[in-house]
């Protein structure tokens, strides 16, 4: 601290504590102590209070002992001279306003103002699902600001946070010295994949009002969440921190220490005051100073450098004005690297040659019809990738051609046929590694703003933007794209890249229909590919770093829970770091085959599960079910009265015949926890001969979410005729039509569910 | 100024004393020259066929009637004085151990246990059960293990295991873990008997292992019990020197070392009672204050003032506006009551332990206590009328003090994050080059608070961080060196430290038996990672400037025998003993990781503790010390921006730098 900041902060915390007494005092009379308070699809209450407090504040009633707590920490400003120490006080204090801060949109929620309505003339477009872009429906264009992030949004990113290529948060709190400075400094984290926070006002305008003015696209997909336009909202930044270390931690509400040391050591997250820092700014610094947060400020204020709160400064001032640099796109670009610096982020950016800003933040970018230039594939058009490894002579690295004409002469907002086609070589590249490498198109190519692509294989669908044309963007970048990033990411087991792009009708005739067969080749390959085939499983530790006691065992039969790493994925990344999270796990001998017991899996996952599970089996949910993380797709769990499971996507909101939501029973799967019953799981481990065979397998599934039944139709059906019961798809019931148990029954009584007649579960 | 003292306050006192012919410590020290032989440990009387001094161009060689060579004689010599000041403070940790049990069983007037979390912290330690059991259960619980601590027979005293693990491990193999208080005192006295031990290297090791019973058995006890009852101090602010005395209110001065009853005189000073009946006698009211540590036991937990330290005890009662000295035990001086005497001042000895032939002897009684102290103060107050001139020097300095371990802890992280890290981090940096603790007594050989003050100031200005305990942590408060404003005068990297927690660069961390706290704040450290794994690898040292008690001597020997680098300014005791001296360096470097040297030059022991913690830096792989990498944080730049600013009348918070070429 320094006696400026604590003085302010202590002055801030006092006040909104009081703040806060008042607001509650008027809602309890206006609404009464049973009035429900809840944020948007949470299982942690509100989660600040219930990291620190342990309180589970369900109910207006709930909120007078935070209240108490929260006064409890307050402190006296020190005085002008011979002062008392500060330092600790000040901290307390900042938690006190966090507290309040979190009572207050509590309140807020109980009376509808929360997310904050938008009153002037911008718009806010929520976008869909990020994990699953090729299912983003158009979004509906909301009347209100995003609030805090829900349990579903946080859980989809957890793999990206702990993988790395989300390298942490930036709450942005004020507003920027011009709307240019603003763009350009969420440009620069989102170039880094860094989530955006957006919150608090100066005099009034908020960094919100000036990107929706710039028409920035704001939402989940791009990475930058409009919280609300005062300070008060920065908390759901604060409560995003926190279920970071409930969710992929297993911590438990009120171990408030070991959650702040959890984002201190694994949250890479960092305040960016812009603008006049006021009293209620400093004390809500102060409190996320708590969680080794560190706050960069673009105006003069006092730097605290000494360390430790933080891994390294806690307050730095950079003024706007002071940073060299010609434009706001170079100073933006210093103050972010400042950012990063203070808070020890590692950023891995690789440098790709194109005409439009690139990072995965633009992943989730959609580009609308009535923006598009141009478009490859989807109704009008055929557009497809294939990657295939070739001779080491045969690749000439860094080559880019385009076989046929650009799309200059297609009219604007049309479509033209596409084909892209990658050759590597490599010497530890394997035949195996074809497709794992030909998936990372998808996500290579989104990463460019202005382009947009769906899909993979022969029903690729990508879109330019008419900006991005503008600025220059054509065909040859997909190449250079891709050149740059297969080098960047795979870099261990690709030397040589080269990229064709057919545009020419004839020749993009002739490499579908080789591509086609090589996907042929590629899907039988894969389909006899079994767990009994191969001698080694792969493990996935990678989400240790947010849950330290999980290990994921992926076999070619059952892939990774969280759904991004299968068998040869892991295979891949092996090869790329061999002492990575991926490691080959002997199987050793088998001990049970039906239950898929392995002597060298309990070894492993006992060992590097720090010695929390001794056992795992493969195929069960019944009997030492695999932990999870929290990333999971889908939960399994078993409902008794039906004899069978239910499995809910992570999609789903709705409530389950377990009573319990997706959210909530996501706190029994994950943190690594072994519970009998209940199991995270990859949504593709549906489809595999393999699920829960021990327990009778698929036609135990007696209720899923609507959400996977249509998503996943071709593959599920296949799995009834598999099962032989080519109807079990309409026999398992959904959210549609049972959220209890005693609406479940009857309809598996009705339809005649196989389930209800299987050995008993238990 | 004159060379007895540094000191403007006391400086005016003595020249009050000179012109009215009263004499001082000052002016006896002058006249009466100490005995050479005994200073430097060459003289044996330990039994009737000496006294045997060991003089002459080859003191070593000489052997006294028994045969005994100087190195038995220096080595027994210190030794029995490491016992005595272990005794001090273990005696004094052994009463609290009483009180808190007369507490938990209610029969002890007019006290409650002030931290019941501490306490259970501490039953914890002393695997006391404390599930479901009343504070008043616990306590007495608490009495029995502490008590239990003194009477020991057999394995290690239970405290030992708050020391760090290779510490541990270190005190078993060399035989130094002490096994109870009260057997390590006897065993001590036993070995330096005449005719028992003659190797004064087996005869230190004892001695080495009768503090760590001090450190790590009665002190430590004695601070932890303190705080239980008295409450665990947190930061104060206060006023110190003479000047603390008024001239319009009863001055009661409380002497000595023991908190018990000073708490209640604390208690029966704010009774509304009394301070009527002051008002009756024409005073505005009561004024406490103190000298010594029983001043620091309430300065850490109430904020009353220090009216001096030890070699200002006289100079107090010499204002002439004094009605009561109440004292108790330790560093008390008999020649208070002959000066009493020459004053209206009251000299009230209150422990069955300490009687001074001339005094008004009120014993206290822990049974009876608010109202003997009730007692004491109404006496004090019926002496105000008594008085004749005063003369209080208007000198005085405001002053921070209440550093526990506690809350240093708290303070670097508050209630979520408290760690050592950040002090740590500040280290490892080399914003803090180190660390040293300033501790012990005045003495009237040598000018009054000018080595304490010397060092304090050189060490800060360096980025050395300052702990400080007892007289000498007086001494640096007088001075103004323990607000938070003289951070102006520490280095830059330390300066930025104290800014970030707003705390000055000395810290008052309490009295002479907390000198324990400094044992588990060093313990702390060096767990707290990054700085080694024992007390014996941090970039610190531990320096007595001014000692003079026997308590002193005990406590450099059990931070010697923790693993630290002890250097005690003045006269060496053993320096008559080429070889003694070499075991308490060399030797004891080698064996624990600590020495004990005696420098008498200021400059030399700065230098020295200097060499020793950029020598312990090195080893640690740390950065060499570099001022210049440091500073640019705090508020000054702020306060300077805003400044130009308003003159301009145009605040632009985007740019420091148009601020500054205005």
Same mark, same amino acid.
């Given at each position: 601290?320094?006696?400026?900041?604590?003085?302010?902060?202590?002055?801030?915390?006092?006040?909104?504590?009081?703040?806060?007494?008042?607001?509650?005092?008027?809602?309890?009379?206006?609404?009464?102590?049973?009035?429900?308070?809840?944020?948007?699809?949470?299982?942690?209450?509100?989660?600040?209070?219930?990291?620190?407090?342990?309180?589970?504040?369900?109910?207006?009633?709930?909120?007078?002992?935070?209240?108490?707590?929260?006064?409890?920490?307050?402190?006296?400003?020190?005085?002008?001279?011979?002062?008392?120490?500060?330092?600790?006080?000040?901290?307390?204090?900042?938690?006190?306003?966090?507290?309040?801060?979190?009572?207050?949109?509590?309140?807020?929620?109980?009376?509808?103002?929360?997310?904050?309505?938008?009153?002037?003339?911008?718009?806010?477009?929520?976008?869909?699902?990020?994990?699953?872009?090729?299912?983003?429906?158009?979004?509906?264009?909301?009347?209100?600001?995003?609030?805090?992030?829900?349990?579903?949004?946080?859980?989809?990113?957890?793999?990206?946070?702990?993988?790395?290529?989300?390298?942490?948060?930036?709450?942005?709190?004020?507003?920027?010295?011009?709307?240019?400075?603003?763009?350009?400094?969420?440009?620069?984290?989102?170039?880094?994949?860094?989530?955006?926070?957006?919150?608090?006002?100066?005099?009034?305008?908020?960094?919100?009002?000036?990107?929706?003015?710039?028409?920035?696209?704001?939402?989940?997909?791009?990475?930058?969440?409009?919280?609300?336009?005062?300070?008060?909202?920065?908390?759901?930044?604060?409560?995003?921190?926190?279920?970071?270390?409930?969710?992929?931690?297993?911590?438990?509400?009120?171990?408030?220490? !070991?959650?702040?040391?959890?984002?201190?050591?694994?949250?890479?997250?960092?305040?960016?005051?812009?603008?006049?820092?006021?009293?209620? $700014?400093?004390?809500?610094?102060?409190?996320?100073?708590?969680?080794?947060?560190?706050?960069?400020?673009?105006?003069?204020?006092?730097?605290?450098?000494?360390?430790?709160?933080?891994?390294?400064?806690?307050?730095?001032?950079?003024?706007?004005?002071?940073?060299?640099?010609?434009?706001?796109?170079?100073?933006?670009?210093?103050?972010?690297?400042?950012?990063?610096?203070?808070?020890?982020?590692?950023? $891995?950016?690789?440098?790709?040659?194109?005409?439009?800003?690139?990072?995965?933040?633009?992943?989730?970018?959609?580009?609308?019809?009535?923006?598009?230039?141009?478009?490859?594939?989807?109704?009008?058009?055929?557009?497809?990738?294939?990657?295939?490894?070739?001779?080491?002579?045969?690749?000439?690295?860094?080559?880019?051609?385009?076989?046929?004409?650009?799309?200059?002469?297609?009219?604007?907002?049309?479509?033209?046929?596409?084909?892209?086609?990658?050759?590597?070589?490599?010497?530890?590249?394997?035949?195996?590694?074809?497709?794992?490498?030909?998936?990372?198109?998808?996500?290579?190519?989104?990463?460019?703003?202005?382009?947009?692509?769906?899909?993979?294989?022969?029903?690729?669908?990508?879109?330019?933007?008419?900006?991005?044309?503008?600025?220059?963007?054509?065909?040859?970048?997909?190449?250079?794209?891709?050149?740059?990033?297969?080098?960047?990411?795979?870099?261990?087991?690709?030397?040589?890249?080269?990229?064709?792009?057919?545009?020419?009708?004839?020749?993009?005739?002739?490499?579908?229909?080789?591509?086609?067969?090589?996907?042929?080749?590629?899907?039988?390959?894969?389909?006899?590919?079994?767990?009994?085939?191969?001698?080694?499983?792969?493990?996935?530790?990678?989400?240790?770093?947010?849950?330290?006691?999980?290990?994921?065992?992926?076999?070619?039969?059952?892939?990774?829970?969280?759904?991004?790493?299968?068998?040869?994925?892991?295979?891949?990344?092996?090869?790329?770091?061999?002492?990575?999270?991926?490691?080959?796990?002997?199987?050793?001998?088998?001990?049970?085959?039906?239950?898929?017991?392995?002597?060298?899996?309990?070894?492993?996952?006992?060992?590097?599960?720090?010695?929390?599970?001794?056992?795992?089996?493969?195929?069960?949910?019944?009997?030492?079910?695999?932990?999870?993380?929290?990333?999971?797709?889908?939960?399994?769990?078993?409902?008794?009265?039906?004899?069978?499971?239910?499995?809910?996507?992570?999609?789903?909101?709705?409530?389950?015949?377990?009573?319990?939501?997706?959210?909530?029973?996501?706190?029994?799967?994950?943190?690594?926890?072994?519970?009998?019953?209940?199991?995270?799981?990859?949504?593709?481990?549906?489809?595999?001969?393999?699920?829960?065979?021990?327990?009778?397998?698929?036609?135990?599934?007696?209720?899923?979410?609507?959400?996977?039944?249509?998503?996943?139709?071709?593959?599920?059906?296949?799995?009834?005729?598999? !099962?032989?019961?080519?109807?079990?798809?309409?026999?398992?019931?959904? !959210?549609?039509?049972?959220?209890?148990?005693?609406?479940?029954?009857?309809?598996?009584?009705?339809?005649?569910?196989?389930?209800?007649?299987?050995?008993?579960?238990? | 100024?004159?060379?007895?003292?540094?000191?403007?306050?006391?400086?005016?006192?003595?020249?009050?004393?000179?012109? *009215?012919?009263?004499?001082?410590?000052?002016?006896?020290?002058?006249?009466?020259?100490?005995?050479?032989?005994?200073?430097?440990?060459?003289?044996?009387?330990?039994?009737?066929?000496?006294?045997?001094?060991?003089?002459?161009?080859?003191?070593? *060689?000489?052997?006294?009637?028994?045969?005994?060579?100087?190195?038995?004689?220096?080595?027994?010599?210190?030794?029995?004085?490491?016992?005595?000041?272990?005794?001090?403070?273990?005696?004094?940790?052994?009463?609290?151990?009483?009180?808190?049990?007369?507490?938990?069983?209610?029969?002890?007037?007019?006290?409650?246990?002030?931290?019941?979390?501490?306490?259970?912290?501490?039953?914890?330690?002393?695997?006391?059960?404390?599930?479901?059991?009343?504070?008043?259960?616990?306590?007495?619980?608490?009495?029995?293990?502490?008590?239990?601590?003194?009477?020991?027979?057999?394995?290690?005293?239970?405290?030992?295991?708050?020391?760090?693990?290779?510490?541990?491990?270190?005190?078993?193999?060399?035989?130094?873990?002490? =096994?109870?208080?009260?057997?390590?005192?006897?065993?001590?006295?036993?070995?330096?008997?005449?005719?028992?031990?003659?190797?004064?290297?087996?005869?230190?090791?004892?001695?080495?292992?009768?503090?760590?019973?001090?450190?790590?058995?009665?002190?430590?006890?004695?601070?932890?019990?303190?705080?239980?009852?008295?409450?665990?101090?947190?930061?104060?602010?206060?006023?110190?020197?003479?000047?603390?005395? =008024?001239?319009?209110?009863?001055?009661?001065?409380?002497?000595?070392?023991?908190?018990?009853?000073?708490?209640?005189?604390?208690?029966?000073?704010?009774?509304?009672?009394?301070?009527?009946?002051?008002?009756?006698?024409?005073?505005?009211?009561?004024?406490?204050?103190?000298?010594?540590?029983?001043?620091?036991?309430?300065?850490?937990?109430?904020?009353?003032?220090?009216?001096?330290?030890?070699?200002?005890?006289?100079?107090?009662?010499?204002?002439?506006?004094?009605?009561?000295?109440?004292?108790?035990?330790?560093?008390?001086?008999?020649?208070?009551?002959?000066?009493?005497?020459?004053?209206?001042?009251?000299?009230?000895?209150?422990?069955?332990?300490?009687?001074?032939?001339?005094?008004?002897?009120?014993?206290?009684? *822990?049974?009876?206590?608010?109202?003997?102290?009730?007692?004491?103060?109404?006496?004090?107050?019926?002496?105000?009328?008594?008085?004749?001139?005063?003369?209080?020097?208007?000198?005085?300095?405001?002053?921070?003090?209440?550093?526990?371990?506690?809350?240093?802890?708290?303070?670097?992280?508050?209630?979520?994050?408290?760690?050592?890290?950040?002090?740590?981090?500040?280290?490892?940096?080399?914003?803090?080059?180190?660390?040293?603790?300033?501790?012990?007594?005045?003495?009237?050989?040598?000018?009054?608070?000018?080595?304490?003050?010397?060092?304090?100031?050189?060490?800060?200005?360096?980025?050395?961080?300052?702990?400080?305990?007892?007289?000498?942590?007086?001494?640096?408060?007088?001075?103004?060196?323990?607000?938070?404003?003289?951070?102006?005068?520490?280095?830059?990297?330390?300066?930025?430290?104290?800014?970030?927690?707003?705390?000055?660069?000395?810290?008052?961390?309490?009295?002479?038996?907390?000198?324990?706290?400094?044992?588990?704040?060093?313990?702390?450290?060096?767990?707290?990672?990054?700085?080694?794994?024992?007390?014996?690898?941090?970039?610190?040292?531990?320096?007595?400037?001014?000692?003079?008690?026997?308590?002193?001597?005990?406590?450099?020997?059990?931070?010697?025998?923790?693993?630290?680098?002890?250097?005690?300014?003045?006269?060496?005791?053993?320096?008559?003993?080429?070889?003694?001296?070499?075991?308490?360096?060399?030797?004891?470097?080698?064996?624990?990781?600590?020495?004990?040297?005696?420098?008498?030059?200021?400059?030399?022991?700065?230098?020295?503790?200097?060499?020793?913690?950029?020598?312990?830096?090195?080893?640690?792989?740390?950065?060499?010390?570099?001022?210049?990498?440091?500073?640019?944080?705090?508020?000054?730049?702020?306060?300077?921006?805003?400044?130009?600013?308003?003159?301009?009348?145009?605040?632009?918070?985007?740019?420091?730098?148009?601020?500054?070429?205005?």
């Amino acid at each position: 601290m320094s006696r400026y900041i604590a003085t302010a902060a202590i002055r801030g915390a006092n006040r909104i504590v009081q703040e806060a007494e008042e607001m509650l005092q008027k809602a309890l009379q206006e609404f009464g102590p049973d009035a429900p308070v809840a944020f948007t699809n949470t299982a942690y209450y509100l989660p600040v209070i219930l990291g620190f407090t342990g309180i589970e504040v369900a109910r207006l009633g709930d909120m007078p002992r935070v209240l108490e707590y929260a006064k409890g920490l307050l402190h006296a400003a020190p005085g002008e001279h011979n002062w008392l120490p500060y330092l600790g006080e000040t901290l307390d204090c900042g938690v006190a306003t966090l507290l309040a801060e979190e009572l207050i949109e509590g309140i807020r929620f109980v009376r509808g103002l929360e997310p904050e309505p938008i009153t002037w003339g911008g718009t806010y477009t929520q976008s869909a699902s990020f994990t699953s872009p090729e299912f983003a429906r158009e979004g509906e264009v909301q009347a209100r600001l995003n609030g805090p992030i829900d349990d579903i949004q946080l859980r989809a990113w957890g793999i990206q946070l702990v993988d790395g290529r989300m390298p942490g948060f930036a709450a942005i709190v004020g507003a920027a010295k011009s709307n240019e400075a603003a763009v350009q400094i969420v440009r620069e984290l989102q170039k880094r994949n860094i989530l955006v926070f957006l919150s608090g006002n100066v005099n009034g305008r908020s960094i919100i009002h000036q990107l929706m003015e710039e028409g920035v696209e704001m939402g989940y997909d791009t990475y930058i969440v409009p919280f609300g336009t005062d300070t008060i909202s920065a908390i759901y930044a604060l409560g995003f921190a926190t279920r970071s270390a409930l969710t992929f931690g297993g911590m438990k509400g009120g171990q408030a220490r !070991e959650i702040l040391l959890y984002n201190k050591y694994r949250v890479f997250a960092f305040v960016l005051a812009l603008g006049e820092v006021d009293d209620l $700014k400093y004390a809500t610094a102060a409190g996320a100073i708590n969680y080794g947060f560190p706050t960069l400020a673009d105006t003069v204020i006092p730097q605290i450098t000494p360390t430790g709160i933080t891994r390294y400064e806690h307050v730095v001032s950079m003024p706007w004005d002071d940073i060299p640099g010609e434009n706001d796109t170079e100073k933006a670009r210093r103050f972010v690297q400042r950012a990063i610096e203070v808070r020890g982020v590692k950023v $891995k950016i690789t440098e790709v040659p194109i005409p439009v800003p690139y990072g995965s933040a633009f992943e989730g970018e959609r580009v609308r019809k009535q923006d598009m230039r141009v478009e490859f594939g989807g109704k009008y058009s055929r557009c497809f990738e294939y990657l295939r490894m070739a001779d080491f002579d045969a690749v000439e690295d860094g080559k880019v051609t385009v076989v046929g004409p650009g799309f200059e002469d297609v009219p604007e907002g049309e479509a033209m046929d596409m084909g892209i086609v990658v050759e590597v070589a490599g010497r530890k590249m394997q035949e195996d590694f074809e497709p794992v490498l030909e998936r990372q198109i998808h996500y290579f190519i989104n990463g460019a703003s202005g382009i947009q692509h769906i899909g993979q294989r022969d029903i690729a669908w990508i879109r330019i933007s008419k900006a991005a044309a503008e600025k220059g963007f054509n065909l040859e970048h997909f190449g250079k794209i891709l050149y740059a990033r297969f080098h960047a990411d795979f870099g261990a087991i690709v030397d040589k890249v080269q990229v064709t792009i057919y545009t020419d009708p004839a020749q993009v005739e002739q490499w579908l229909a080789r591509a086609r067969e090589a996907y042929n080749q590629r899907n039988v390959r894969l389909a006899g590919m079994t767990d009994e085939s191969v001698e080694e499983f792969y493990s996935c530790t990678l989400c240790q770093s947010f849950a330290p006691n999980h290990v994921c065992v992926v076999s070619p039969e059952r892939l990774g829970l969280c759904g991004a790493y299968n068998w040869l994925d892991c295979k891949a990344s092996h090869q790329i770091n061999p002492t990575g999270p991926n490691q080959p796990i002997k199987k050793g001998a088998c001990l049970d085959p039906v239950y898929g017991i392995f002597d060298g899996v309990n070894q492993f996952v006992y060992q590097n599960s720090h010695q929390t599970v001794s056992n795992v089996t493969m195929y069960s949910i019944m009997r030492d079910p695999m932990t999870a993380c929290g990333c999971f797709e889908c939960i399994a769990m078993v409902i008794p009265e039906a004899n069978g499971i239910m499995v809910v996507s992570r999609e789903d909101p709705s409530m389950t015949p377990a009573g319990m939501t997706f959210s909530t029973l996501a706190g029994m799967a994950g943190g690594g926890l072994q519970t009998p019953g209940v199991m995270g799981v990859g949504k593709y481990y549906l489809v595999s001969k393999k699920f829960i065979s021990a327990d009778g397998g698929f036609k135990r599934v007696v209720w899923m979410s609507s959400f996977l039944k249509e998503t996943m139709a071709e593959e599920l059906k296949a799995v009834c005729e598999r !099962e032989g019961d080519p109807d079990l798809l309409d026999k398992i019931a959904d !959210e549609r039509v049972a959220t209890t148990v005693e609406e479940l029954l009857p309809f598996l009584e009705e339809k005649g569910h196989p389930a209800l007649t299987m050995d008993p579960l238990f | 100024m004159s060379p007895k003292t540094i000191d403007p306050a006391a400086q005016a006192a003595l020249e009050k004393a000179e012109a *009215e012919g009263i004499p001082t410590a000052f002016s006896r020290a002058e006249q009466l020259k100490p005995c050479p032989i005994g200073a430097e440990g060459a003289c044996c009387k330990i039994c009737a066929m000496g006294p045997c001094r060991f003089v002459g161009k080859a003191p070593e *060689e000489v052997r006294g009637v028994c045969g005994a060579d100087l190195a038995t004689v220096a080595a027994r010599n210190f030794a029995r004085q490491v016992a005595a000041g272990a005794s001090a403070h273990s005696d004094h940790g052994r009463d609290l151990a009483f009180a808190l049990q007369a507490v938990a069983k209610g029969e002890a007037q007019g006290y409650r246990i002030k931290d019941a979390q501490k306490l259970r912290r501490v039953a914890a330690l002393l695997n006391v059960p404390t599930e479901g059991r009343s504070v008043e259960e616990v306590a007495y619980d608490v009495g029995v293990a502490a008590l239990s601590a003194f009477g020991q027979q057999r394995g290690e005293i239970i405290y030992a295991s708050r020391a760090t693990r290779r510490r541990q491990e270190i005190w078993r193999q060399l035989g130094l873990m002490p =096994r109870g208080v009260d057997r390590e005192v006897v065993e001590m006295m036993h070995r330096t008997h005449e005719g028992v031990d003659m190797d004064a290297e087996n005869i230190l090791d004892q001695a080495m292992r009768t503090a760590l019973a001090d450190g790590w058995g009665g002190s430590m006890l004695a601070t932890d019990l303190s705080d239980i009852l008295f409450g665990t101090p947190a930061p104060v602010q206060s006023m110190a020197n003479l000047g603390v005395l =008024r001239e319009d209110q009863v001055n009661i001065v409380v002497h000595g070392h023991e908190p018990t009853l000073s708490e209640m005189i604390v208690a029966a000073s704010q009774d509304p009672e009394l301070i009527a009946y002051a008002r009756e006698k024409g005073a505005t009211g009561i004024n406490l204050c103190g000298i010594c540590c029983t001043s620091n036991e309430i300065l850490m937990r109430h904020g009353i003032p220090p009216a001096g330290n030890f070699l200002q005890q006289e100079l107090a009662i010499i204002t002439g506006a004094v009605e009561a000295m109440i004292v108790d035990v330790q560093c008390v001086m008999q020649a208070l009551a002959p000066l009493s005497k020459r004053f209206h001042t009251r000299l009230i000895t209150t422990s069955p332990k300490a009687r001074i032939p001339g005094a008004t002897h009120m014993q206290f009684n *822990e049974h009876t206590a608010l109202d003997d102290a009730k007692a004491i103060v109404r006496l004090a107050i019926e002496n105000f009328p008594n008085r004749k001139g005063t003369a209080i020097p208007k000198v005085s300095s405001p002053m921070i003090a209440g550093f526990s371990h506690e809350y240093l802890n708290y303070m670097q992280g508050g209630r979520f994050r408290a760690s050592f890290r950040p002090l740590n981090d500040a280290v490892i940096a080399g914003r803090i080059r180190g660390a040293v603790g300033i501790v012990g007594c005045n003495n009237a050989r040598q000018p009054h608070d000018e080595g304490i003050m010397a060092l304090v100031k050189e060490f800060i200005a360096q980025d050395v961080l300052v702990a400080m305990t007892g007289c000498a942590a007086i001494g640096a408060g007088k001075y103004g060196y323990m607000t938070p404003e003289i951070m102006a005068a520490a280095g830059p990297g330390l300066r930025e430290v104290c800014e970030a927690i707003g705390i000055p660069p000395v810290l008052h961390l309490g009295s002479c038996v907390d000198n324990s706290r400094i044992l588990t704040v060093l313990t702390q450290m060096a767990t707290e990672g990054g700085l080694g794994e024992d007390i014996s690898d941090l970039p610190a040292a531990g320096i007595c400037p001014e000692w003079m008690s026997e308590k002193s001597l005990a406590i450099g020997t059990y931070f010697v025998a923790s693993g630290v680098y002890v250097i005690f300014g003045g006269h060496s005791p053993v320096g008559a003993s080429r070889e003694v001296t070499r075991i308490m360096t060399e030797v004891w470097d080698a064996k624990v990781g600590g020495r004990l040297e005696f420098v008498p030059d200021h400059a030399e022991i700065l230098r020295r503790a200097l060499a020793h913690i950029d020598a312990k830096r090195a080893a640690l792989g740390l950065p060499a010390w570099d001022p210049t990498r440091f500073g640019t944080s705090g508020d000054t730049p702020v306060r300077e921006f805003l400044t130009v600013s308003d003159e301009q009348y145009s605040l632009n918070m985007y740019s420091a730098a148009r601020a500054a070429a205005e």
